[in-house]
């Protein structure tokens, strides 16, 4: 490996020596949250946007969670040296943890932004919500997510401890307690990420109910896993930290990849959607109705074709997918179409926020994305960006070259 | 083996052996460098490189797929157009008869169908496939290509054996073989043929048999091979039923309950006053109204015609000379119980005023039910005015019709 060139180096020591990151990231909360009191209502507006860009990053990490429990459960040998990557991606969930607290904490203390349903007057009069309180209720929310955040963490310690232990030297037993363990991973994820994805997201509206919703918000995760992985993979490679072990065929993997849960989530959205359609219930047709009223038309039509068709013939050629720049502008294109879809699913439920998407929005993203990145680049400074002791590492570096 | 038996053969190609995969990939681009365009290469797994060395150009297959994938797609959603709009438009569940959501599912099937197929059929056919006989299978060295054997064969009726021989030997070969087939074996056997012909025939039968059940007429019922809904375990209107005492399939009203909407409103009358209640036949005299009791306009006619034509004309008919389809299907079969309609251009009921008319349908006449619960008194009073025109209409003179109309009607007789 490399050592950091002179040029990149003076970053390097700025970004993490000087916690330029965090700074950035606070000052962009502080000044979304100045301006959210300018606005008609600043605590729907600011919890929406805070809410918006705090699922964005976590889907991030969720996605790079799948990733790395995948890679164990299937034994894949392709992908061994990238995996690191997606252990250093999914490791900011800590502090994600930490970052839910802006969200449960207001809601301990009885604020209904962004979640209408902890207003005490609406969950005796509202009918719907009165019925739902024994789940929607404060405290068994903060209970829920404490159970979530705490399965995550095991799970992201878990598997990080372990590929690091094997940097020492190769060890195959390591390779196998993993894989043993990654499919009781797998099945703890998909029920913590759902319900996560329920509670969080789905309980904007808490008059709406879809059960294929955590589905949804994990084909999210998903792709915007594989937008972010090829993402920092270039940026590892161009500082030089990673060198030519990671080669255009694993792009074309992840290319393939991200060609493919593109598609997922536009069929898990079309399911979703037609089944509400078809059955035309107002209990289920009031979240679309929202999403088809006024700006939230132009969005809900943006996403089709941006979150969707676009991407599945942009990505549907081999060429593009082994072209790094196509394929870095496609990753790129769908992280926006990912925050966007984010966006959709919380704003046009959330009171004082319904107007559009603004300043704040922006500003909340790049305020929890300096956390988030700063947390992502402290730990890829903590280890090898590859597993330089896993036992399948050769096969993965020669991959198609042999 | 005599002379008179023996075939006529054909040479394959030069079949070489080589000792691995990389060796193979080295091989296959020497040979072809050398000039020689029939290069293929056999190996008992897929090698990465290999279609470089063999100069094979990328396959138009993806090309294929993606348009029958997107001629799929565009079938189905043009045929389910076709279907839902212009050939049986039917509304289902109050949807548009063209709606998008409905129609993905069926469009995203046969895209996916069409593409497959044509992914499946196309790369057979760009692989000569199926073939009838592969002359290298009766090669015994051949066989460990599904084990460990990697081989290269090399065809060029222009060039001498010789040569190809000495390329692949400076390529590396191991071992060295010409390989030929009889032409006789790689025709399709003649059984084969007959046994197709004939199949194809067989196939045709039902098809035929269909296309000949179209084009006739029978009078025998239908074969049903699947039931649907057409018989069900229940009681219809007017027949007989021995689950109730009386006898009835249908309900008589329970005493002291009105149908909802049933009511009868005040102005649901067809008199111009009532006798006050509890006086019965007392002071005010009953009158049937002369006037409608609103203004009439032409909404008003088209409501009536369109009621009368759906609560009245089945039996009453169209034009009102009561015999409807109702009325001739009972006169067809001779019901006894059945007494035809009175024709409302029958001097009686032309002389009838509108209130009477309101009366007959609200309240019914003889064997004629009342309507009342379930025509509005609006929709009563239009249907009157409707009966009224159809009464003018079929006693009219030329002076009835408006001036500048006359020339028309004189012109179309």
């Not at chain 1, 800590?94 to 207001?106: E, T």
């Not at chain 1, 072990?245 to 898990?268: N, Q, R």
């Not at chain 2, 006739?216 to 074969?223: D, E, I, Y």
Request: aromatic residues 12%; proline residues 6%.
């Amino acid at each position: 490996m490399n050592q950091s060139q002179p040029a990149t180096a003076g970053i390097v020591d700025f970004l993490v020596e000087r916690r330029g990151l965090e700074k950035a990231g606070i000052g962009f909360l502080v000044i979304a949250t100045v301006i959210a009191f300018f606005e008609d209502s600043p605590l729907g507006k600011l919890s929406a946007a805070y809410l918006v860009a705090f699922m964005f990053f976590l889907s991030i990490s969720l996605g790079a969670m799948f990733f790395v429990i995948l890679q164990h459960l299937v034994g894949a040998q392709w992908s061994v040296a990238i995996r690191r990557i997606a252990e250093i991606l999914m490791a900011p969930i800590g502090l994600l943890g930490v970052l839910s607290l802006p969200i449960l904490v207001p809601l301990l203390l009885g604020s209904s932004y962004p979640y209408w349903w902890n207003n005490a007057v609406l969950r005796v009069d509202d009918y719907i919500v009165s019925k739902k309180t024994p789940y929607l209720e404060a405290t068994f929310f903060v209970f829920r997510c404490m159970i979530y955040f705490g399965v995550w963490k095991i799970i992201a310690s878990y598997f990080s401890r372990l590929s690091r232990l094997q940097d020492g030297g190769p060890r195959a037993d390591l390779t196998e307690q993993m894989q043993r363990k990654s499919a009781p991973s797998m099945l703890c994820f998909a029920i913590t990420v759902n319900f996560a994805a329920f509670d969080f997201l789905m309980s904007v509206d808490p008059h709406w109910f879809s059960s294929i919703f955590g589905v949804y918000y994990f084909a999210g995760c998903a792709v915007a896993l594989f937008a972010t992985l090829p993402i920092f993979l270039f940026i590892a490679q161009r500082s030089g930290r990673l060198g030519s072990e990671v080669t255009v065929e694993h792009y074309h993997d992840l290319g393939k990849l991200l060609f493919g849960f593109t598609a997922f989530w536009g069929y898990i959205a079309f399911s979703q959607y037609v089944l509400i359609w078809y059955a035309n219930i107002p209990e289920e047709t009031v979240w679309y109705g929202a999403r088809e009223k006024g700006v939230w038309m132009g969005v809900s039509l943006l996403l089709i074709v941006g979150h969707f068709v676009l991407p599945f013939f942009g990505l549907m050629s081999r060429k593009v997918r082994r072209n790094r720049p196509a394929l870095l502008g496609w990753a790129c294109f769908l992280l926006l179409m990912h925050w966007i879809d984010l966006i959709w699913l919380v704003l046009p439920s959330v009171p004082g926020a319904k107007t559009g998407v603004g300043l704040v929005d922006l500003l909340c993203l790049l305020g929890l994305g300096g956390l988030w990145s700063a947390s992502v680049l402290r730990e890829s400074y903590a280890a090898h960006l590859i597993p330089i002791g896993d036992p399948a590492l050769p096969k993965s570096i020669r991959f198609h070259a042999e | 083996m005599s002379d008179e038996t023996k075939k006529e053969i054909r040479v394959v190609g030069v079949l070489a052996q080589f000792s691995g995969k990389q060796t193979l990939v080295k091989a296959a681009s020497e040979v072809r460098s050398k000039g020689f365009k029939d290069v293929e290469a056999y190996s008992p797994f897929p090698i990465h490189g290999i279609d470089g060395a063999l100069g094979i150009r990328p396959t138009i297959l993806p090309w294929l797929v993606l348009i029958a994938g997107l001629g799929g797609g565009v079938l189905a959603m043009a045929g389910q157009w076709w279907t839902n709009t212009v050939d049986y438009p039917y509304i289902i569940s109050g949807k548009p008869m063209f709606s998008l959501p409905a129609n993905i599912p069926v469009t995203f099937e046969v895209m996916i169908l069409s593409a497959a197929s044509v992914a499946f059929t196309g790369m057979l056919a760009l692989n000569r496939l199926p073939r009838f006989g592969q002359p290298l299978l009766r090669n015994n060295r051949f066989l460990r290509v599904t084990d460990d054997g990697f081989f290269l064969l090399v065809s060029d009726d222009e060039v001498a054996e010789e040569k190809i021989r000495q390329a692949l030997e400076e390529a590396g070969a191991t071992d060295i073989e010409v390989v030929t087939e009889s032409v006789e074996e790689s025709k399709i056997p003649v059984p084969l043929v007959y046994g197709a012909v004939i199949l194809a025939c067989f196939a045709l039968i039902p098809p035929l048999m269909i296309a000949s059940a179209r084009g006739t007429t029978s009078q025998k019922p239908r074969l049903h091979t699947w039931f649907d809904m057409d018989f069900q375990p229940k009681l219809k209107t007017q027949t007989p039923s021995n689950l109730f005492a009386d006898g009835r399939a249908m309900r008589p009203r329970i005493k002291g309950t009105v149908r909802r909407g049933g009511l009868v409103k005040d102005t649901d009358t067809g008199y111009t006053s009532i006798p006050a209640v509890g006086t019965p036949g007392g002071d005010s005299v009953q009158e049937w109204k002369v006037e409608f009791p609103m203004e009439v306009t032409d909404s008003m006619m088209d409501r009536g015609r369109q009621r009368f034509n759906i609560q009245c004309a089945v039996c009453h008919g169209k034009a009102g000379y009561g015999n409807g389809l109702a009325t001739i299907r009972a006169l067809e079969l001779q019901q006894g119980t059945w007494i035809q309609p009175t024709s409302l251009h029958a001097d009686h009921v032309r002389q009838q005023p509108v209130g009477q008319i309101f009366n007959s349908i609200t309240n019914g006449v003889r064997k004629m039910p009342a309507y009342k619960d379930q025509i509005t008194p609006e929709d009563r009073w239009a249907i009157v005015l409707y009966v009224k025109a159809l009464q003018l209409s079929q006693n009219a003179t030329l002076e009835d019709v408006p001036a500048d109309m006359r020339e028309t009607l004189k012109a179309s007789e």
